[in-house]
């Protein structure tokens, strides 16, 4: 089953790359859509893989390295010219790795899962040197802050937490608006936006995504017109977000004034399960269980169909 389950742009924007539910990792041109055969290992069918589906994917800042994250709880660290597995860091986490982020030296990855555990990684040491406990639900998403002395988890149970890298300690709890007084809607993704200090985009389960302060303080709120949002990212600059809704909609809206200022058609059946941010550009990679992966320009909501089914499965897991 190669249908994607995971997508990520590389750090200079010329690559897509995907993971699959069969747990292939393949690397595509991101202006040709085809399966990039420059690289040797792509060439000679020796991809990169995993045991079972890979759910997250993440790129050091130099472009160097790629961290994969698998259903079976295993994280592996790829150099991503060569196709070499640098390290490995099986049982990573207790169920599924859901999100994967770099600090920017590229020298810790922080990861985070089902066992409401959000984790960080020496790569040099191949040791878990860091836990941030306290959620008590699964971990969608983290990320560092944009100064790298915190770490911001969010989690099923309604909360994203702020935690101080030197001490380890939680200095904040931010719970976005509830529509439910009995229920907290689960947060399934969050940004850390970098050009704009101490603020993480929230995005509880609904039709709305929250700006708020590390200090707890709700900024602004970006409400859908349509269905509930699945996923969003933010723009480089941070000036827009893009998020997909569960009508299947690839909706635009401006961080300040909080409007939508374009929608278009993400697929026309199936799942529409995730998207991407260009690093540099105004584009987009979405990515369903029907539509395979679609690459957009933001300016012109054009789409461009673009491969997302593996053209070789030797698997080279080295």
Same mark, same amino acid.
């Given at each position: 089953?190669?249908?994607?389950?995971?997508?990520?742009?590389?750090?200079? %924007?010329? #690559?897509?790359?995907?993971?699959?539910?069969?747990?292939?990792?393949?690397?595509?041109?991101?202006?040709? +859509?085809?399966?990039?055969?420059?690289?040797?290992?792509?060439?000679?069918?020796?991809?990169?893989? #995993?045991?079972?589906?890979?759910?997250?994917?993440?790129?050091?800042?130099?472009?160097?390295?790629?961290?994969?994250?698998?259903?079976?709880?295993?994280?592996?660290?790829?150099?991503?010219?060569?196709?070499?597995?640098?390290?490995?860091?099986? %049982?990573?986490?207790?169920? %599924?790795?859901?999100?994967?982020?770099?600090?920017?030296? %590229?020298?810790?990855?922080?990861?985070?899962?089902?066992?409401?555990?959000?984790?960080?990684?020496?790569? *040099?040491?191949?040791?878990?040197?860091?836990?941030? *406990?306290?959620?008590?639900?699964?971990? #969608?998403?983290?990320?560092?802050?944009?100064?790298?002395?915190?770490?911001?988890?969010?989690?099923?149970?309604?909360?994203?937490?702020?935690?101080?890298?030197?001490?380890?300690?939680?200095?904040?709890?931010?719970?976005?608006?509830?529509?439910?007084?009995?229920?907290?809607?689960?947060?399934?993704?969050?940004?850390?936006?970098?050009? *704009?200090?101490?603020?993480?985009?929230?995005?509880?389960?609904?039709?709305?995504?929250?700006?708020?302060?590390?200090?707890?303080?709700?900024?602004?709120?970006?409400?859908?017109?349509?269905?509930?949002?699945?996923?969003?990212?933010?723009?480089?600059?941070?000036?827009?977000?893009?998020?997909?809704?569960?009508?299947?909609?690839?909706?635009?809206?401006?961080?300040?004034?909080?409007?939508?200022?374009?929608?278009?058609?993400?697929?026309?059946?199936?799942?529409?399960?995730?998207?991407?941010?260009?690093? *540099?550009?105004?584009?987009?990679?979405?990515?369903?269980?029907?539509? +395979?992966?679609?690459?957009?320009?933001?300016?012109?909501?054009?789409?461009?169909?673009?491969?997302?089914?593996?053209?070789?499965?030797?698997?080279?897991?080295?």
């Amino acid at each position: 089953d190669a249908r994607p389950t995971a997508v990520a742009f590389s750090s200079d %924007g010329a #690559h897509v790359i995907t993971g699959s539910h069969d747990g292939f990792v393949e690397v595509w041109d991101a202006e040709t +859509g085809a399966l990039d055969t420059r690289l040797a290992y792509q060439s000679s069918d020796e991809l990169m893989m #995993h045991e079972d589906s890979v759910l997250c994917l993440a790129t050091s800042d130099d472009g160097a390295v790629l961290a994969t994250g698998c259903k079976d709880g295993g994280i592996k660290v790829w150099d991503l010219a060569a196709g070499t597995c640098l390290r490995r860091f099986p %049982g990573a986490h207790v169920g %599924g790795v859901a999100s994967l982020s770099f600090t920017r030296d %590229g020298t810790q990855l922080l990861s985070a899962g089902s066992d409401c555990v959000a984790r960080i990684h020496g790569l *040099r040491s191949g040791k878990t040197i860091k836990e941030f *406990r306290g959620h008590t639900s699964f971990v #969608h998403a983290a990320s560092f802050a944009a100064d790298g002395g915190q770490v911001v988890p969010g989690s099923a149970d309604g909360t994203a937490r702020v935690w101080s890298m030197a001490t380890s300690d939680c200095v904040a709890t931010l719970t976005p608006p509830q529509s439910s007084a009995t229920a907290s809607a689960p947060i399934i993704a969050l940004a850390v936006l970098r050009h *704009r200090s101490d603020e993480v985009l929230l995005l509880p389960r609904g039709p709305s995504a929250y700006l708020m302060t590390f200090a707890g303080a709700v900024v602004r709120e970006i409400r859908s017109p349509g269905g509930t949002m699945l996923a969003m990212a933010p723009s480089p600059r941070s000036v827009l977000v893009h998020v997909l809704t569960d009508d299947r909609q690839l909706r635009c809206f401006d961080l300040e004034s909080g409007d939508e200022t374009s929608a278009a058609a993400a697929a026309s059946a199936g799942d529409v399960l995730g998207l991407a941010q260009h690093p *540099r550009r105004n584009r987009i990679a979405t990515y369903g269980s029907a539509c +395979g992966v679609r690459l957009w320009s933001a300016r012109s909501a054009a789409a461009a169909p673009h491969g997302a089914s593996s053209s070789s499965r030797a698997g080279a897991d080295a």
